[in-house]
């Protein structure tokens, strides 16, 4: 019947205009995508091709290169499985989860500690959901252990924060928003898992989400826009993954206390960052200084977990709701059409926009792309599409 509808659609433009907009086809044809097919190459080629299954972590690229000190990029990927698995149940993405926890471990000298605190904060977000989903107790103990290093990286020179890494940690040196705001989002996590069970240094986790939410909100966002930023005079420092940490613990400090200056703080940010990071001529998320094999083309991936939880929550006004779904739709629509070469497997470009042109395509943005896909399926599957 549909079909029937968009024929007579086109016989009526015929009629009208005595000949088919070729545009217009070209148009309606380029984006008229199977997002549950999408995701499913999508992630399907992903840990075919970038997973090394012998030594059970990622590859840095599709050929098979091995970033030996890549730690962070390693709990994206864990969360791009976790999203395939909850998504189609599959026991072959549950096999690589199980496999992943030795085998990163291995790979970073036996241990998931790190010199930098954003890097484990990474982990602790992306263990607990491992364990969320696949019950493996392996990752509690993971995600605990986490825990207490990056609160190790909390101290009171200049109002507080977590600092980057070990080294800056002794002077309260270069404390952001990449440790701070994925540290916020383990804490209400694990208030809302554990309560007043857990205390640690003497603060139970809600105290610790206050503490340092708070020390994000004064000292890394202007109020009044929304704008997350790492240095106020320098707009290039503005990344799309702060604002995604920050929008998601704002989320879920609202859904512990109920109090909409929170849920506000999530809309505002999320409104600023759909307008402002975004690539001028297309309006799909893009963070400065994008190039080929870089961490900051993980950035996206990052952002698009976190939006796509907000667009989910049943209190997010439908003007917002609606305006969000389009936006992500947009980017995904792009991306797939001309970020993305499919054969033999698929590949995702870093911008969104142009497709892998030298045959490599790096671990980071192969995370970001294949975030989205499954993203946009989840919101499909959900009736938000």
Not at 270 to 279: P, R, Y
């Amino acid at each position: 019947m549909k079909k029937l509808i968009y024929m007579s659609a086109l016989a009526l433009i015929i009629s009208s205009c005595g000949k088919i907009d070729d545009e217009f086809i070209d148009r309606r044809a380029k984006y008229n995508i199977n997002w549950t097919t999408a995701a499913d190459s999508s992630s399907t080629s992903f840990v075919n091709v970038y997973w090394n299954s012998t030594k059970h972590h990622f590859n840095n690229d599709n050929f098979g290169a091995i970033g030996q000190y890549d730690y962070w990029p390693e709990a994206h990927g864990l969360e791009v499985m976790l999203d395939a698995y909850a998504r189609t149940k599959n026991d072959i993405y549950k096999q690589k989860i199980y496999d992943f926890y030795e085998g990163v471990k291995a790979k970073n000298n036996k241990s998931f500690y790190n010199n930098y605190y954003d890097d484990m904060a990474w982990h602790g977000v992306a263990h607990l959901r491992a364990l969320e989903i696949t019950g493996d107790a392996r990752y509690e103990t993971s995600a605990t252990q986490l825990w207490k290093w990056i609160l190790e990286g909390w101290n009171d020179f200049d109002g507080g924060g977590i600092a980057w890494n070990h080294e800056n940690n002794t002077a309260g040196k270069s404390k952001g928003v990449p440790s701070n705001g994925p540290a916020a989002i383990i804490a209400a996590k694990r208030w809302q898992k554990y309560g007043e069970s857990e205390k640690i240094n003497g603060f139970n986790n809600l105290e610790w989400l206050s503490k340092i939410y708070n020390w994000i909100k004064e000292n890394r966002v202007v109020q009044q826009s929304g704008r997350v930023f790492e240095n106020i005079n320098d707009k290039n420092g503005d990344w799309t993954y702060n604002a995604g940490t920050y929008m998601g613990a704002a989320l879920e400090y609202y859904k512990i206390t109920g109090n909409k200056v929170y849920l506000n703080d999530a809309i505002k940010t999320a409104d600023w960052a759909t307008s402002t990071l975004v690539n001028a001529n297309n309006k799909v998320l893009s963070d400065w200084a994008e190039q080929e094999d870089h961490d900051v083309n993980l950035f996206k991936g990052i952002f698009v977990r976190y939006l796509t939880q907000l667009i989910r929550h049943k209190d997010l006004p439908e003007a917002s709701r609606k305006r969000y779904v389009n936006f992500l739709k947009n980017s995904g629509q792009l991306l797939w059409t001309n970020g993305t070469t499919k054969s033999p497997v698929v590949l995702f470009g870093y911008h969104w926009w142009q497709a892998p042109t030298t045959g490599k395509a790096g671990l980071r943005a192969q995370i970001s792309g294949a975030a989205l896909m499954e993203s946009i399926t989840l919101l499909k599957n959900e009736g938000y599409l």
